[in-house]
Protein backbone atom coordinates (compact mmCIF):
# COMPACT_ATOMS: atom_id res chain seq x y z
CA UNK A 1 0.00 0.00 0.00
CA UNK A 2 1.28 3.29 -0.84
CA UNK A 3 0.54 5.11 2.75
CA UNK A 4 1.80 2.66 6.20
CA UNK A 5 -0.44 5.15 8.58
CA UNK A 6 -3.32 7.18 7.82
CA UNK A 7 -6.07 8.85 9.60
CA UNK A 8 -9.40 8.24 7.83
CA UNK A 9 -12.12 11.35 8.75
CA UNK A 10 -15.53 9.57 8.61
CA UNK A 11 -18.25 12.54 8.92
CA UNK A 12 -21.75 11.44 11.12
CA UNK A 13 -23.47 12.02 8.18
CA UNK A 14 -22.08 8.90 6.31
CA UNK A 15 -22.75 7.04 9.05
CA UNK A 16 -26.52 7.55 9.00
CA UNK A 17 -26.85 6.49 5.26
CA UNK A 18 -29.92 7.52 3.36
CA UNK A 19 -32.02 7.53 6.47
CA UNK A 20 -30.11 10.83 7.27
CA UNK A 21 -30.32 10.96 11.06
CA UNK A 22 -28.68 8.18 13.60
CA UNK A 23 -26.87 4.88 12.94
CA UNK A 24 -27.49 2.67 10.12
CA UNK A 25 -25.98 -0.76 10.75
CA UNK A 26 -25.23 -1.49 7.18
CA UNK A 27 -23.92 1.19 6.18
CA UNK A 28 -21.38 0.98 9.06
CA UNK A 29 -21.08 -2.58 8.83
CA UNK A 30 -19.44 -2.00 5.04
CA UNK A 31 -17.29 1.08 6.02
CA UNK A 32 -15.65 -1.37 8.97
CA UNK A 33 -15.45 -4.15 6.12
CA UNK A 34 -12.96 -2.11 4.42
CA UNK A 35 -11.20 -0.57 7.04
CA UNK A 36 -10.87 -4.20 8.38
CA UNK A 37 -9.31 -5.00 4.76
CA UNK A 38 -6.99 -2.27 5.07
CA UNK A 39 -5.65 -3.07 8.79
CA UNK A 40 -5.73 -7.24 7.55
CA UNK A 41 -3.26 -5.69 5.18
CA UNK A 42 -0.91 -4.30 7.14
CA UNK A 43 -1.99 -0.72 6.96
CA UNK A 44 -2.02 1.37 10.35
CA UNK A 45 -5.24 2.79 10.73
CA UNK A 46 -6.36 5.37 12.76
CA UNK A 47 -10.31 7.14 12.55
CA UNK A 48 -12.10 10.49 13.97
CA UNK A 49 -15.56 10.20 13.35
CA UNK A 50 -17.86 13.20 13.22
CA UNK A 51 -21.50 13.54 15.37
CA UNK A 52 -23.71 15.17 12.49
CA UNK A 53 -26.38 12.66 12.63
CA UNK A 54 -27.28 13.27 15.91
CA UNK A 55 -26.05 16.58 16.80
CA UNK A 56 -23.94 19.61 15.68
CA UNK A 57 -23.03 22.47 17.88
CA UNK A 58 -24.20 25.17 15.57
CA UNK A 59 -27.79 23.68 15.91
CA UNK A 60 -28.20 24.82 19.92
CA UNK A 61 -29.62 27.96 18.44
CA UNK A 62 -29.51 30.44 21.67
CA UNK A 63 -27.76 27.99 23.42
CA UNK A 64 -24.67 28.67 25.05
CA UNK A 65 -21.80 27.40 22.46
CA UNK A 66 -19.64 25.56 24.98
CA UNK A 67 -22.49 23.41 26.08
CA UNK A 68 -23.47 22.83 22.85
CA UNK A 69 -20.22 21.79 21.43
CA UNK A 70 -20.09 19.40 24.51
CA UNK A 71 -23.18 17.68 23.18
CA UNK A 72 -21.47 17.36 19.58
CA UNK A 73 -18.91 15.60 21.50
CA UNK A 74 -20.83 13.08 23.28
CA UNK A 75 -22.71 12.69 19.54
CA UNK A 76 -19.12 11.32 18.01
CA UNK A 77 -18.37 9.17 21.46
CA UNK A 78 -21.80 7.14 20.43
CA UNK A 79 -20.39 6.87 16.49
CA UNK A 80 -17.37 5.95 17.95
CA UNK A 81 -18.15 3.26 20.20
CA UNK A 82 -20.75 1.92 17.22
CA UNK A 83 -17.66 1.72 14.59
CA UNK A 84 -15.54 0.22 17.48
CA UNK A 85 -18.27 -2.64 17.74
CA UNK A 86 -18.60 -3.00 13.99
CA UNK A 87 -14.92 -3.15 13.63
CA UNK A 88 -14.27 -5.94 16.36
CA UNK A 89 -16.91 -7.99 14.63
CA UNK A 90 -14.45 -7.76 11.64
CA UNK A 91 -12.39 -9.48 13.69
CA UNK A 92 -10.01 -6.21 14.05
CA UNK A 93 -9.11 -5.48 17.73
CA UNK A 94 -10.31 -1.98 18.21
CA UNK A 95 -9.69 1.19 20.89
CA UNK A 96 -11.47 4.18 21.13
CA UNK A 97 -9.97 7.07 23.14
CA UNK A 98 -11.77 9.94 24.10
CA UNK A 99 -10.62 14.16 24.30
CA UNK A 100 -12.04 13.88 27.80
CA UNK A 101 -12.30 11.43 29.89
CA UNK A 102 -15.31 8.69 29.97
CA UNK A 103 -13.39 5.68 31.47
CA UNK A 104 -16.42 3.89 31.87
CA UNK A 105 -16.66 3.67 27.82
CA UNK A 106 -13.12 4.59 26.58
CA UNK A 107 -9.74 5.43 27.47
CA UNK A 108 -9.02 9.08 28.02
CA UNK A 109 -6.67 10.41 24.90
CA UNK A 110 -3.04 9.64 25.52
CA UNK A 111 -0.31 10.10 22.34
CA UNK A 112 2.13 6.78 23.20
CA UNK A 113 -0.86 4.79 23.86
CA UNK A 114 -2.23 5.39 20.59
CA UNK A 115 0.99 5.23 18.66
CA UNK A 116 1.06 1.71 20.79
CA UNK A 117 -1.94 0.73 19.48
CA UNK A 118 -1.62 1.08 16.08
CA UNK A 119 2.00 -0.45 15.90
CA UNK A 120 0.07 -3.47 17.39
CA UNK A 121 -2.22 -3.64 14.75
CA UNK A 122 -5.18 -2.31 16.36
CA UNK A 123 -7.46 0.58 14.73
CA UNK A 124 -7.88 3.50 16.89
CA UNK A 125 -11.15 5.76 17.11
CA UNK A 126 -10.61 9.41 18.43
CA UNK A 127 -13.37 10.49 19.45
CA UNK A 128 -14.71 14.15 21.44
CA UNK A 129 -13.17 15.73 19.27
CA UNK A 130 -9.67 17.75 20.66
CA UNK A 131 -11.95 17.80 23.88
CA UNK A 132 -12.34 21.74 23.71
CA UNK A 133 -15.49 23.87 22.42
CA UNK A 134 -15.00 25.74 19.43
CA UNK A 135 -12.80 23.23 17.53
CA UNK A 136 -14.74 20.96 15.11
CA UNK A 137 -14.06 17.33 14.29
CA UNK A 138 -12.11 18.48 11.40
CA UNK A 139 -9.67 20.10 13.64
CA UNK A 140 -9.24 17.00 16.03
CA UNK A 141 -8.25 15.39 12.50
CA UNK A 142 -5.94 17.47 11.85
CA UNK A 143 -4.33 17.74 15.39
CA UNK A 144 -4.58 13.87 15.64
CA UNK A 145 -2.84 12.95 12.76
CA UNK A 146 0.06 15.41 13.33
CA UNK A 147 0.53 13.96 16.51
CA UNK A 148 0.70 10.33 15.39
CA UNK A 149 2.11 11.03 12.07
CA UNK A 150 -0.15 10.19 9.98
CA UNK A 151 0.70 9.80 6.47
CA UNK A 152 -2.37 11.26 4.81
CA UNK A 153 -5.80 12.22 6.03
CA UNK A 154 -8.39 10.34 4.04
CA UNK A 155 -11.75 13.03 3.92
CA UNK A 156 -14.68 10.63 3.32
CA UNK A 157 -17.12 12.88 2.84
CA UNK A 158 -20.76 12.53 0.92
CA UNK A 159 -19.53 14.71 -2.02
CA UNK A 160 -17.18 12.95 -4.66
CA UNK A 161 -14.30 15.44 -4.72
CA UNK A 162 -14.04 18.92 -4.11
CA UNK A 163 -16.06 21.70 -6.18
CA UNK A 164 -15.53 25.49 -6.80
CA UNK A 165 -19.28 25.42 -5.61
CA UNK A 166 -22.22 22.51 -4.41
CA UNK A 167 -22.61 20.22 -7.31
CA UNK A 168 -25.81 19.06 -6.00
CA UNK A 169 -26.81 22.51 -6.35
CA UNK A 170 -24.48 23.61 -9.56
CA UNK A 171 -24.85 21.51 -12.30
CA UNK A 172 -21.79 23.45 -13.86
CA UNK A 173 -19.97 22.68 -10.84
CA UNK A 174 -15.81 22.46 -11.56
CA UNK A 175 -14.21 19.60 -10.17
CA UNK A 176 -10.48 19.64 -8.83
CA UNK A 177 -8.51 17.04 -8.98
CA UNK A 178 -5.38 18.34 -7.51
CA UNK A 179 -5.07 21.86 -4.96
CA UNK A 180 -2.76 23.41 -2.42
CA UNK A 181 -3.67 24.60 0.85
CA UNK A 182 -3.56 28.28 -0.58
CA UNK A 183 -6.07 27.83 -3.13
CA UNK A 184 -8.57 25.75 -0.67
CA UNK A 185 -7.78 28.85 2.06
CA UNK A 186 -8.30 31.81 -0.77
CA UNK A 187 -10.98 30.26 -2.91
CA UNK A 188 -12.17 29.52 0.43
CA UNK A 189 -13.56 25.98 -0.38
CA UNK A 190 -15.11 23.69 2.22
CA UNK A 191 -12.70 20.71 2.37
CA UNK A 192 -12.79 21.23 6.08
CA UNK A 193 -12.55 24.22 7.94
CA UNK A 194 -9.76 26.92 7.91
CA UNK A 195 -8.11 26.35 11.24
CA UNK A 196 -7.64 22.15 9.98
CA UNK A 197 -6.76 23.54 6.83
CA UNK A 198 -4.04 25.33 8.17
CA UNK A 199 -2.82 22.63 10.52
CA UNK A 200 -2.15 20.46 8.22
CA UNK A 201 -0.24 23.16 5.68
CA UNK A 202 1.93 24.09 8.37
CA UNK A 203 2.80 20.06 9.00
CA UNK A 204 3.05 19.25 5.91
CA UNK A 205 0.42 16.86 6.04
CA UNK A 206 -1.74 15.97 2.60
CA UNK A 207 -5.53 15.40 2.27
CA UNK A 208 -7.63 13.30 0.29
CA UNK A 209 -11.00 13.85 -0.24
CA UNK A 210 -13.00 11.56 -1.96
CA UNK A 211 -17.08 10.13 -1.58
CA UNK A 212 -17.70 7.17 0.81
CA UNK A 213 -20.64 6.18 -1.43
CA UNK A 214 -18.41 3.92 -1.86
CA UNK A 215 -16.77 2.37 1.23
CA UNK A 216 -13.97 0.49 -1.34
CA UNK A 217 -12.58 3.46 -1.84
CA UNK A 218 -11.52 3.77 1.34
CA UNK A 219 -9.00 1.11 0.25
CA UNK A 220 -8.21 2.56 -3.46
CA UNK A 221 -6.98 5.65 -1.59
CA UNK A 222 -4.73 4.15 0.48
CA UNK A 223 -3.03 2.19 -2.29
CA UNK A 224 -2.74 5.98 -3.84
CA UNK A 225 -5.09 5.30 -6.72
CA UNK A 226 -6.55 8.69 -8.44
CA UNK A 227 -9.71 9.56 -6.62
CA UNK A 228 -11.18 12.71 -5.44
CA UNK A 229 -9.14 15.43 -4.89
CA UNK A 230 -5.61 15.98 -3.44
CA UNK A 231 -4.76 18.57 -1.43
CA UNK A 232 -0.89 19.32 -0.57
CA UNK A 233 1.40 21.92 -0.49
Known amino acids: MKYKRVLIKVSGEAMAGKQGFGLDFDTIGEIAKVIAK ?9 LVVGGGNFWRGRSGGNMDRTRADHMGMLATAINALAMCDALEGEGIETRVQTGFEMRAVAEPYIRGKAV ?3 QKGRVVIFAC ?6 FSTDTAAALR ?18 YDKDPNVYPDAKKFDELTFMEVLQRGLGVMDSTATSLCMDNDIPIKVFGLDNPENIWLAINGEKI ?3 VHK
Open 129 to 134: GTGNPY
Open 145 to 162: AAEIGAEIILLAKKVDAV
Open 38 to 46: CAKNGAEVA
Open 228 to 230: GTI
Open 116 to 118: RHL
